[in-house]
């Protein structure tokens, strides 16, 4: 296409020869602004020793590593680095927020007595000794010709790839803090695996060259399916639902001619709704030369699906290669092309899935543009146009993403990859299994979804998948039903050895039970099995994980419900022919999991800045609650409710979309439904006693998903995701400005402080009550306390609402006011009410006295009893407007504000 200037003034000034000189002065600038927010922060620090529990000398060595301005509130985040002897410590990243050079905003990370806990200041260890360590320990393999390239410095450094890293392998000393109290010498470096699947930041030991510690910046979202944590709860049938696509307001577009027929917003997947073509979807402020520019020029560098935002392409190989096949839209940019699922293998529809995967990335990038994820609070763009930070010199730009769909590094997964601000980062979404049983003969003639198993070599996610997978081993065979020597015979565990008569050629029915999945299928396999269904022994079914090599015969799970017919069917001696079989779900069709993977960037890269991607390492951090939320934010639609289940991942995993998805409980305010409280944060223990980070991330969704309600109802629902002012849109404000202000290691309360904060900045604290009633109904009240947050187990649960005091500035006339577990008694239901408003107990409330309050607050409505069961409150006679209900005895005082229609 020919080209046509645009007279913006970057663009002029990228043109000719004062660019240079104006980059001076800007950074020349950038030091006076530095040395002026040196000095505020330095002062600050000083008078506030005492409230940070620092010595004098902990506050005198750090150096600021980002300045991020705010346009949406007119403030400027510093995060600063603590440092002993010009080193730094890791992860010791305070965050102060400066308005009118003022700092309104502080959060202390830094180490407290740091010298007093130095064990050294030289290293024993040489660089290129701990790369070829971390190697070695990691199992990447023996680095091939390793080089160092460059010396920043006497302790920083960058070697070559040697064959272990996809990217060149920098080395630095920092000082490692340790859960003992001491801070050690390490060397600082980064690997990203030739697979891309992990991208290992390590901290060696600079004396005896051991690791100290390591975190991933390739967050894999596994779902726990290894583990065998991983439930589906199967529904007979799938049930669609046309979705309406909404109209997104914009500005002139300069390439009006542009389509994409994609899974437009706000449908989530294939099973929510149909697609559509779709033109002049950019974002004129967000993305101003549109999705296939690179170069701030009017007219597209390509015609495939690649541009300023990201790169999407095809990665059926697992090569990790940046040329990947592409679609071409051609001149026009029209990317137009069938789709048919129906038993066809994903590479028939490649082009659909990388063009679903490339305009879902770019709306996740110009959509959380007009929310502050911008170019100086580091988002992922290869061109920044001139409008990166002026205090982050030379700019960092290219750092588009990549994003690779169809990858065949994995199955059943997403994940991606965050590196610091000016390192592009990786996205890799796989397929899905889905897989059906066809019952053929019999009265449960019938297709039913099942779930195929996921051995693998060692047991764990990391390892090559073993076992037979359903999608290259179909099976048909009648079934017969496990009948070992054993009290329990249809339970499959035998250890005897004796043959087990009548499985030869059958597809053998075995209860899930006594023994583990690997010996209850090896056991079948030996006496003749072509394939194995498991009926599990509680709700929905599992994906069946462990270590081996020796199983050759498809196995699957299904309900206990479905088992249980099965079963008595087969007792009653009835022939039950079935196929087994399976085909790939694309996960660049589900735009909720796309999403997900895009806000780990998000999160990774607004905590402790851009130039910090490690904040989230500790094990109370909520990265993948703020990547739920993120998905589930922008697939809303206008006649959704409050009490609608909203599961994740419900297309990929084969689910209804009333399913739980990937998630213990679905999303909604219904805590009958997902009863998730902080106290559960407790209970998120993987079996080998380590964290489940996405079981501790949906407790923190679930009260941000409360929050998307709780403004809603306040302000209503906007359907236009970049320019609206509804509720919606002022929670996605409210957490991307509060991840700008959430601590580095933050746990709940440091998120939930940083959201409050949040509120005052953008909305002048307007919100203030409504956000702590959100908070402290989940648990997370006033006195909730998050302990170490580099543990899960030490939490302190509270329901109450600030003192007085504390809200004196704000109008809480529905503030609630409660004592232990009170809010957990209560459901109250409908809200908004008409005729009457129900009170559903859990325990029975003795002597309670009932009132019902209007605005003004005078009694009309109360009534002293013992309360139990459900409780029915008559408010035909209550005129339209806001009231409080109170309900008290002796020990309990709790209060809920209700609405009358």
């Given at each position: 296409?020919?080209?046509?200037?645009?007279?913006?003034?970057?663009?002029?000034?990228?043109?000719?020869?004062?660019?240079?000189?104006?980059?001076?002065?800007?950074?020349?600038?950038?030091?006076?602004?530095?040395?002026?927010?040196?000095?505020?922060?330095?002062?600050?620090?000083?008078?506030?020793?005492?409230?940070?529990?620092?010595?004098?000398?902990?506050?005198?060595?750090?150096?600021?590593?980002?300045?991020?301005?705010?346009?949406?509130?007119?403030?400027?985040?510093?995060?600063?680095?603590?440092?002993?002897?010009?080193?730094?410590?890791?992860?010791?990243?305070?965050?102060?927020?400066?308005?009118?050079?003022?700092?309104?905003?502080?959060?202390?990370?830094?180490?407290?007595?740091?010298?007093?806990?130095?064990?050294?200041?030289?290293?024993?260890?040489?660089?290129?000794?701990?790369?070829?360590?971390?190697?070695?320990?990691?199992?990447?393999?023996?680095?091939?010709?390793?080089?160092?390239?460059?010396?920043?410095?006497?302790?920083?450094?960058?070697?070559?790839?040697?064959?272990?890293?996809?990217?060149?392998?920098?080395?630095?000393?920092?000082?490692?803090?340790?859960?003992?109290?001491?801070?050690?010498?390490?060397?600082?470096?980064?690997?990203?695996?030739?697979?891309?699947?992990?991208?290992?930041?390590?901290?060696?030991?600079?004396?005896?060259?051991?690791?100290?510690?390591?975190?991933?910046?390739?967050?894999?979202?596994?779902?726990?399916?290894?583990?065998?944590?991983?439930?589906?709860?199967?529904?007979?049938?799938?049930?669609?639902?046309?979705?309406?696509?909404?109209?997104?307001?914009?500005?002139?577009?300069?390439?009006?001619?542009?389509?994409?027929?994609?899974?437009?917003?706000?449908?989530?997947?294939?099973?929510?709704?149909?697609?559509?073509?779709?033109?002049?979807?950019?974002?004129?402020?967000?993305?101003?030369?549109?999705?296939?520019?690179?170069?701030?020029?009017?007219?597209?560098?390509?015609?495939?699906?690649?541009?300023?935002?990201?790169?999407?392409?095809?990665?059926?190989?697992?090569?990790?290669?940046?040329?990947?096949?592409?679609?071409?839209?051609?001149?026009?940019?029209?990317?137009?092309?069938?789709?048919?699922?129906?038993?066809?293998?994903?590479?028939?529809?490649?082009?659909?899935?990388?063009?679903?995967?490339?305009?879902?990335?770019?709306?996740?990038?110009?959509?959380?543009?007009?929310?502050?994820?911008?170019?100086?609070?580091?988002?992922?763009?290869?061109?920044?146009?001139?409008?990166?930070?002026?205090?982050?010199?030379?700019?960092?730009?290219?750092?588009?993403?990549?994003?690779?769909?169809?990858?065949?590094?994995?199955?059943?997964?997403?994940?991606?990859?965050?590196?610091?601000?000016?390192?592009?980062?990786?996205?890799?979404?796989?397929?899905?299994?889905?897989?059906?049983?066809?019952?053929?003969?019999?009265?449960?003639?019938?297709?039913?979804?099942?779930?195929?198993?996921?051995?693998?070599?060692?047991?764990?996610?990391?390892?090559?998948?073993?076992?037979?997978?359903?999608?290259?081993?179909?099976?048909?065979?009648?079934?017969?039903?496990?009948?070992?020597?054993?009290?329990?015979?249809?339970?499959?565990?035998?250890?005897?050895?004796?043959?087990?008569?009548?499985?030869?050629?059958?597809?053998?029915?075995?209860?899930?039970?006594?023994?583990?999945?690997?010996?209850?299928?090896?056991?079948?396999?030996?006496?003749?099995?072509?394939?194995?269904?498991?009926?599990?022994?509680?709700?929905?079914?599992?994906?069946?994980?462990?270590?081996?090599?020796?199983?050759?015969?498809?196995?699957?799970?299904?309900?206990?419900?479905?088992?249980?017919?099965?079963?008595?069917?087969?007792?009653?001696?009835?022939?039950?022919?079935?196929?087994?079989?399976?085909?790939?779900?694309?996960?660049?069709?589900?735009?909720?999991?796309?999403?997900?993977?895009?806000?780990?960037?998000?999160?990774?890269?607004?905590?402790?800045?851009?130039?910090?991607?490690?904040?989230?390492?500790?094990?109370?951090?909520?990265?993948?609650?703020?990547?739920?939320?993120?998905?589930?934010?922008?697939?809303?639609?206008?006649?959704?409710?409050?009490?609608?289940?909203?599961?994740?991942?419900?297309?990929?995993?084969?689910?209804?979309?009333?399913?739980?998805?990937?998630?213990?409980?679905?999303?909604?305010?219904?805590?009958?439904?997902?009863?998730?409280?902080?106290?559960?944060?407790?209970?998120?223990?993987?079996?080998?006693?380590?964290?489940?980070?996405?079981?501790?991330?949906?407790?923190?969704?679930t009260m941000l998903w409360d929050l998307h309600w709780k403004m809603i109802n306040i302000y209503g629902f906007d359907p236009d995701m970049y320019n609206g002012t509804g509720g919606n849109n002022k929670t996605m404000a409210l957490v991307i400005e509060g991840l700008k202000l959430t601590p580095c290691s933050s746990g709940f309360i440091g998120a939930r402080d940083a959201i409050l904060a949040a509120d005052e900045l953008l909305y002048n604290g307007a919100n203030q009550c409504a956000i702590w009633e959100v908070f402290a109904r989940?648990?997370?009240?006033?006195?909730?306390?998050?302990?170490?947050?580099?543990?899960?187990?030490?939490?302190?649960?509270?329901?109450?609402?600030?003192?007085?005091?504390?809200?004196?500035?704000?109008?809480?006339?529905?503030?609630?006011?409660?004592?232990?577990?009170?809010?957990?008694?209560?459901?109250?239901?409908?809200?908004?009410?008409?005729?009457?408003?129900?009170?559903?107990?859990?325990?029975?409330?003795?002597?309670?006295?009932?009132?019902?309050?209007?605005?003004?607050?005078?009694?009309?409505?109360?009534?002293?009893?013992?309360?139990?069961?459900?409780?029915?409150?008559?408010?035909?006679?209550?005129?339209?407007?806001?009231?409080?209900?109170?309900?008290?005895?002796?020990?309990?005082?709790?209060?809920?504000?209700?609405?009358?229609?």
């Amino acid at each position: 296409m020919k080209k046509q200037l645009v007279y913006f003034t970057f663009n002029i000034l990228k043109r000719n020869n004062i660019k240079s000189l104006l980059l001076s002065s800007v950074f020349f600038l950038s030091f006076i602004g530095f040395g002026q927010h040196n000095k505020i922060i330095k002062t600050y620090l000083s008078n506030n020793l005492e409230k940070f529990n620092l010595t004098p000398a902990d506050a005198t060595e750090w150096k600021i590593t980002n300045e991020v301005y705010s346009k949406q509130t007119n403030v400027t985040h510093v995060y600063i680095q603590q440092t002993f002897k010009g080193i730094p410590v890791y992860n010791a990243v305070s965050n102060f927020t400066l308005k009118d050079n003022k700092v309104i905003f502080a959060r202390n990370s830094f180490v407290k007595n740091l010298a007093s806990k130095i064990n050294t200041v030289s290293p024993v260890l040489q660089p290129k000794t701990a790369i070829t360590q971390v190697a070695s320990a990691l199992h990447l393999g023996t680095p091939i010709g390793l080089e160092l390239i460059e010396e920043k410095g006497n302790s920083a450094y960058v070697f070559s790839k040697s064959g272990i890293s996809q990217e060149k392998i920098p080395v630095e000393l920092v000082y490692q803090p340790l859960k003992d109290g001491s801070v050690k010498l390490s060397w600082l470096l980064n690997i990203y695996q030739l697979d891309g699947i992990h991208w290992w930041n390590v901290r060696i030991d600079a004396i005896k060259g051991v690791i100290l510690d390591k975190n991933d910046w390739g967050v894999s979202c596994n779902f726990d399916i290894a583990t065998g944590t991983h439930y589906h709860e199967s529904k007979l049938v799938k049930q669609p639902i046309q979705s309406p696509v909404i109209a997104i307001k914009k500005n002139v577009n300069f390439y009006e001619g542009a389509q994409y027929n994609v899974f437009g917003l706000p449908v989530e997947s294939p099973n929510h709704g149909s697609r559509s073509l779709i033109s002049a979807s950019h974002n004129t402020l967000a993305s101003p030369f549109g999705w296939h520019d690179t170069d701030g020029v009017i007219g597209p560098e390509h015609t495939i699906t690649r541009g300023n935002n990201v790169y999407a392409q095809l990665d059926d190989d697992n090569d990790n290669d940046t040329q990947g096949y592409a679609p071409d839209g051609g001149n026009e940019l029209v990317f137009n092309y069938l789709l048919d699922m129906n038993n066809k293998p994903a590479d028939s529809y490649k082009d659909v899935s990388i063009t679903n995967l490339f305009y879902l990335n770019n709306v996740m990038h110009d959509i959380w543009y007009q929310y502050g994820f911008d170019e100086v609070s580091g988002n992922f763009q290869s061109n920044n146009y001139g409008r990166e930070a002026p205090l982050t010199f030379p700019p960092t730009d290219g750092d588009e993403v990549i994003a690779d769909a169809q990858d065949a590094g994995g199955k059943n997964n997403a994940n991606f990859a965050t590196p610091p601000d000016g390192f592009t980062p990786r996205m890799q979404m796989y397929l899905w299994d889905d897989a059906i049983m066809d019952i053929t003969t019999g009265t449960l003639a019938g297709k039913y979804p099942i779930t195929d198993s996921n051995f693998t070599i060692d047991g764990t996610s990391d390892t090559a998948r073993s076992g037979a997978p359903l999608n290259e081993n179909p099976v048909t065979a009648d079934l017969v039903l496990m009948n070992d020597d054993t009290p329990t015979p249809i339970n499959g565990c035998s250890e005897s050895g004796a043959p087990i008569a009548d499985l030869e050629g059958k597809i053998v029915v075995i209860s899930r039970g006594e023994c583990s999945f690997v010996s209850k299928i090896k056991l079948a396999q030996d006496n003749g099995a072509v394939g194995v269904i498991v009926v599990n022994n509680t709700g929905g079914t599992i994906r069946m994980g462990g270590a081996t090599e020796n199983i050759t015969i498809p196995a699957v799970s299904i309900t206990q419900e479905l088992g249980n017919f099965i079963i008595s069917a087969l007792s009653n001696s009835e022939t039950i022919n079935v196929f087994l079989a399976a085909i790939d779900l694309d996960g660049s069709f589900d735009n909720g999991i796309i999403a997900h993977e895009y806000g780990h960037g998000i999160s990774n890269r607004l905590i402790g800045g851009g130039a910090n991607a490690n904040c989230m390492n500790n094990q109370e951090q909520l990265g993948e609650g703020w990547s739920d939320y993120f998905g589930m934010a922008i697939t809303m639609n206008p006649d959704d409710t409050e009490t609608r289940v909203r599961g994740v991942g419900t297309f990929a995993s084969g689910q209804a979309i009333t399913g739980n998805g990937i998630r213990r409980y679905p999303y909604t305010t219904d805590m009958a439904v997902n009863p998730f409280t902080f106290k559960e944060v407790k209970d998120q223990a993987l079996p080998d006693g380590e964290v489940s980070v996405h079981g501790v991330g949906s407790i923190w969704a679930t009260m941000l998903w409360d929050l998307h309600w709780k403004m809603i109802n306040i302000y209503g629902f906007d359907p236009d995701m970049y320019n609206g002012t509804g509720g919606n849109n002022k929670t996605m404000a409210l957490v991307i400005e509060g991840l700008k202000l959430t601590p580095c290691s933050s746990g709940f309360i440091g998120a939930r402080d940083a959201i409050l904060a949040a509120d005052e900045l953008l909305y002048n604290g307007a919100n203030q009550c409504a956000i702590w009633e959100v908070f402290a109904r989940r648990g997370l009240g006033y006195s909730a306390d998050s302990g170490d947050t580099d543990s899960f187990t030490d939490q302190t649960i509270a329901f109450d609402m600030p003192p007085e005091n504390v809200l004196s500035t704000f109008s809480c006339n529905n503030a609630l006011s409660v004592e232990g577990d009170v809010l957990e008694l209560f459901k109250i239901y409908p809200n908004p009410a008409s005729t009457s408003i129900n009170i559903s107990l859990t325990n029975e409330v003795k002597n309670a006295t009932t009132a019902i309050y209007d605005i003004n607050g005078r009694q009309v409505y109360a009534q002293k009893s013992d309360l139990k069961g459900t409780v029915t409150i008559n408010t035909e006679n209550l005129s339209t407007g806001i009231y409080i209900l109170k309900i008290n005895n002796e020990v309990i005082n709790y209060s809920q504000k209700i609405i009358i229609n």
